[in-house]
């Protein structure tokens, strides 16, 4: 699109300017090309500055702490999260089944760390149910939070650590960072963050047991966010 945007303005101003010297100015000026991005010009958090960020999330809402503490701790599409059924919360197997199994995006499941099963166990959880007794209605969803709500809590999060630029969407990058700068081998990344079809159609065909090697993955590397 942004090419496209380009090359319309270039043929505007060669062409139509020289036939049509008055409307080419009004064509040009109706749309405005799209700006690139340069590649990796964004920062990578810190652990330490995670865990900030969570702490305060902590203090305002367990809900926001939860999400932001798996997501930084899986590398899960925060969509993905939302989405995620309380059936699929399996605390005994420290895992969180996702159901993503269609299209380009599969992501069927993610691990979770002793910390995060102890923090939806004793806190999380317990404010799930005083939440929905509050609304005098129940949902099959793990996060019953509405998206507005968990994204205006977060932010309010980030800006009481004093990390306004530390956005939701910075902590796939985290995450996949971590697991490198851990040793994880870089073919591996993509499995646990739900990515890479052909190395997963690998796995899941050929590999015996495809989650133990993804368990082994994550244990391994993952970073710790909950206490």
Not at 112 to 136: D, I, N, S
């Amino acid at each position: 699109m942004g090419k496209t945007a380009v090359a319309l303005k270039r043929f505007i101003d060669t062409i139509v300017k020289v036939k049509e010297p008055q409307l080419a100015p009004l064509l040009y000026d109706t749309f405005k090309t799209v700006q690139s991005r340069p590649m990796n010009g964004f920062r990578i958090p810190t652990l330490e500055e995670v865990r900030r960020v969570w702490e305060e999330a902590h203090n305002i809402v367990p809900c926001a702490a939860a999400v932001w503490g798996i997501t930084a701790e899986t590398g899960v599409r925060l969509d993905h999260l939302r989405k995620s059924p309380l059936g699929g919360l399996q605390l005994y197997k420290r895992r969180l089944l996702l159901g993503e199994v269609n299209g380009p995006k599969r992501h069927p499941l993610v691990f979770l760390t002793e910390g995060a099963v102890k923090y939806l166990h004793e806190t999380y959880l317990p404010w799930r149910e005083r939440f929905e007794h509050m609304l005098e209605q129940q949902t099959n969803r793990l996060f019953p939070c509405e998206e507005l709500t968990i994204y205006r809590r977060l932010k309010e999060a980030r800006e009481r650590a004093g990390l306004p630029w530390l956005e939701p969407r910075l902590l796939r990058k985290f995450n996949a960072q971590s697991l490198l700068d851990s040793g994880a081998d870089a073919a591996d990344i993509d499995l646990p963050l739900g990515r890479s079809v052909r190395e997963r159609v690998l796995f899941e065909l050929y590999i015996a047991d495809y989650e133990r090697r993804l368990r082994q993955v994550f244990e391994s590397h993952a970073p710790r966010v909950f206490p």
